[in-house]
């Protein structure tokens, strides 16, 4: 008996139609006659390979190899215990190392909590101290040796963040450095990768060649291109922050030097696609990432915003492709869709390869926890501690939309990743790390209706052409 999988979606696409299998993520594009033809002879008593209309004697045998039509009732489950055995097994190779949970800023959507005076009062005071920090990098050292994380194929990354990480400037310099002069004696951090998020308003021309020569990359955060759309980029007092980090960007390109910008999409930045791309033109920028805003206790959104966001992501893809620039988020699910390959995670955390060190040496999984250092389980004294075997490491490893059964009737399936455990936690009263990332799941529907219809243009365009 043939019949449609339950992983299998229908896209209307004016005269043709997009069949798509949610698990492998190869759209099959039809005119909608030989749909109406298809679904005709599926919805018919005892279909199977031997009576199969002479019209559909191609289409049939491609929707089959593509597992868009199934031949017997336990085929999705084999198809869906195939993926799930594909899950990538923990193996730490990124680490979030805290600097300073301060902030200089105060922004006014603050995931953190910088945002919140009595969440601000949790943070710790302390910054970390060389003796705390060198401690540290042997203990990430140890975690990506012991997890066996292939480091000759791939790129350890450390990420210096906060609060603000240049309020700790010196600790930031003497990181980097021994890094640089651990790595002929260790091979696992011999390629890793060194970054900073920043709100940039601490730099000057020392510090941007300092940087520069150590080989930390630049990450500096914005709302838009105007002062209207970082009119929540405050400082502690209140004050607008957007021209200093103007003067900071003018200040970098006068020195040659690469940043990437960080942009958080404020509802003002999402009413005009053009001033981020003025800021991108005018400062060169070619790395860049948006990033959704997240509703907090303090801070709440609008359905109407989760769409307008996933929309403004969608239309900048576009017209910043044009340039030869790509958005990471973007990217990330273009490429899950163009090799059909099944992306499990949107975030380091829910893969299994993150760790987190708080300034006082406390480890944990997720930097988005640190007012109240929940899953911070570990810290840098433990030298017996294994984060992949770790009971809250683990569990959040498999927080994939594959082990999530509500999920397995979204058409997104395949490219969405699971959004952020600590929004899902935030969204609704008695919400843990395992609820649903509601405002993530309409960005995975809307990019996946997109690449499929963009996908569809360019066979079109192809296909006239010939």
């Not at 450390?158 to 990480?165: A, D, K, R, T, V």
Request: glycine share 6%; charged share 25%; hydrophobic share 40%.
């Amino acid at each position: 008996m043939i019949e449609m999988s339950r992983f299998s979606y229908v896209f209307d696409l004016g005269d043709d139609v997009a069949l798509y299998h949610s698990l492998r993520m190869k759209p099959v594009f039809l005119d909608k006659e030989t749909y109406a033809h298809l679904k005709t002879w599926i919805d018919e008593n005892d279909v199977n390979e031997e009576n199969v209309p002479e019209n559909l004697s191609d289409v049939v045998p491609e929707l089959i190899k593509c597992k868009i039509l199934v031949r017997s009732d336990d085929e999705d489950d084999r198809v869906l215990r195939f993926v799930r055995s594909r899950i990538p097994k923990p193996a730490i190779n990124v680490c979030y190392m805290i600097l300073s949970e301060q902030c200089n800023l105060a922004c006014k959507y603050c995931f953190l909590g910088n945002n919140d005076a009595e969440t601000r009062s949790e943070f710790l005071l302390e910054s970390m101290s060389t003796a705390t920090a060198d401690k540290a990098i042997d203990f990430f050292i140890r975690q990506i040796k012991k997890s066996g994380f292939d480091f000759k194929e791939n790129k350890p990354v450390l990420i210096f963040y906060g609060g603000e990480p240049l309020v700790n400037y010196s600790v930031l310099v003497h990181v980097a450095s021994r890094i640089n002069e651990m790595r002929d004696a260790e091979p696992c951090i011999k390629n890793l990768e060194m970054s900073m998020v920043t709100n940039g308003l601490l730099l000057n021309e020392e510090r941007l060649v300092t940087l520069k020569e150590l080989g930390v990359g630049i990450a500096i955060s914005v709302d838009g291109f105007t002062d209207k759309a970082n009119e929540m980029r405050v400082d502690v007092a209140g004050n607008p922050v957007f021209q200093r980090i103007l003067e900071k960007l003018d200040l970098c390109k006068r020195l040659d030097i690469d940043v990437s910008l960080s942009v958080t999409l404020s509802e003002e930045t999402l009413r005009s696609t053009t001033d981020v791309l003025a800021l991108l033109d005018q400062y060169g920028i070619k790395g860049f990432g948006f990033n959704i805003m997240m509703s907090s206790e303090s801070f709440t959104l609008p359905q109407s915003y989760n769409e307008a966001a996933a929309q403004f992501i969608i239309d900048e893809f576009v017209e910043l492709r044009k340039q030869g620039i790509y958005e990471d988020r973007m990217m990330r699910k273009l490429k899950a869709f163009s090799k059909a390959q099944v992306y499990f995670s949107d975030c380091a955390a829910t893969a299994g390869g993150q760790i987190v060190i708080a300034p006082n040496g406390q480890v944990g999984v997720c930097h988005g926890c640190l007012h109240n250092k929940r899953d911070f389980v570990s810290s840098i004294d433990d030298d017996g501690f294994i984060a992949v075997k770790d009971p809250t490491f683990i569990e959040w490893s498999q927080l994939t939309p594959l082990n999530r059964e509500e999920c397995y009737d979204c058409a997104a399936l395949g490219i969405c990743g699971g959004g952020c455990p600590v929004n899902a936690m935030t969204l609704k009263p008695g919400n843990t790390i395992h609820s649903i990332d509601e405002r993530f799941c309409v960005h995975a529907k809307m990019t996946l209706d997109f690449l499929i219809s963009d996908l569809h243009r360019i066979v079109v365009k192809n296909r006239v052409s010939r």
